[in-house]
C-alpha cells in the first residue's frame, strides 16, 4: 500500500534503508487502524513526515542555542534564553525540565521527562500517552524504550491517529486539524506538514490497495532491545498481534 519511493517523494532526502523499513510496517500498522484511503494516508503521512522524517526515533533535545531552546519549550522557560542557557548541549537534564510535571510525568528530578521523551514515527510523548498505549502483555510505561521497535512504533502512529479523530479530519481534508490533534493547538511546523501534504496527495494513487493480512505474531511476552543498533527490525515486533 505504501512505498518506499513513495515516502522519498514526500520527504526528500530520506535514507532508502529507513524508508524501505517504514514503507513496510506503516503499510500493516495503517490497514489495521482504517488508514487505507488516499486523503488519509496522505494526512497520516505528512504529519509523520514532519514528526519522525519517516525514521524511528526518540526525540533529540541536544540545542546549542538558549535563544532557540526557549522558544520550543515556552513553558518551561517562559521565553527566558537566561533561564534555558544551564540547559545547552545537556539533553537529558533539557528533556526532564521541558516535560516535568505536565504529561502525565513528574517532577524534573523524577526523570520522566527524558524516560518518556518523544519516541518513534509519531513521537508520542509523555508517561501518560506511553501508558495509554500500553496492552496486556507489552507495559510501554515500564518499557518506553520498547517503542524503538519499528512495527511496535508503526502501530502506536496508527493507533494514536485513529484515537484522537484524525480520519475524520483527513476525510475532510483539514489538514491544519490533523496538525492540531497530533502536536496540539500550536500546530509547530504546520507550513511543514502543509508541504509534505501537498507531495503525498501527489505520490499516493487515486484508489489505494491495503496489504494482505500477515499471520498472527507468536507472542513470546516484550523484551527490550538488548544493544543500541538495529537489531529490532529483524525480530518479531512483540505487539501482542491483536493490538
Not at 500500500?1 to 517523494?9: D, F, H, K, V
Not at 507489552?138 to 512504533?153: C, F, M, R, V
Request: net charge positive.
Amino acid at each position: 500500500m505504501i512505498t518506499a519511493a513513495q515516502l522519498r517523494r514526500i520527504r526528500p532526502g530520506t535514507a532508502p534503508a529507513d524508508a524501505e523499513v517504514a514503507a513496510r510496517v506503516l503499510s500493516v500498522a495503517a490497514a489495521e487502524h482504517g488508514i487505507t484511503t488516499r486523503l488519509r494516508l496522505a494526512a497520516w503521512l505528512a504529519n509523520i513526515a514532519q514528526e519522525s522524517g519517516f525514521r524511528n526515533v526518540r526525540e533529540d533535545l541536544y540545542y546549542r542555542d538558549p535563544t532557540r531552546i526557549a522558544n520550543i519549550f515556552r513553558t518551561a522557560f517562559q521565553g527566558s534564553a537566561a533561564a534555558a542557557r544551564p540547559y545547552i548541549k545537556n539533553p537529558v537534564a533539557l528533556a526532564n525540565r521541558a516535560y516535568a510535571n505536565r504529561l502525565g510525568n513528574g517532577s524534573e528530578a523524577s526523570g520522566d521527562g527524558h524516560r518518556y521523551r518523544g519516541g518513534g514515527y509519531i513521537q508520542l510523548t509523555g508517561r501518560s500517552m506511553y501508558r495509554a498505549h500500553s496492552r496486556p502483555g507489552l507495559n510501554l510505561e515500564a518499557h518506553p524504550e520498547l517503542i524503538e521497535d519499528p512495527q511496535l512504533s508503526a502501530r502506536v502512529a496508527a493507533s494514536y491517529w485513529q484515537r484522537c479523530g484524525a480520519n475524520a479530519a483527513a476525510d475532510a481534508g483539514d489538514i491544519d486539524r490533523t496538525r492540531a490533534l497530533v502536536n496540539g493547538p500550536a500546530m509547530l511546523h504546520r507550513d511543514e506538514v502543509r508541504v509534505f501534504y501537498r507531495r503525498a496527495l501527489q505520490a499516493l494513487p487515486a484508489q489505494v490497495t491495503p496489504p494482505p493480512r500477515r499471520p498472527p505474531v507468536p507472542r513470546h511476552g516484550p523484551r527490550p532491545p538488548q544493544c543500541g543498533c538495529r537489531c529490532a527490525t529483524r525480530r518479531a515486533s512483540p505487539f501482542p498481534a491483536s493490538w
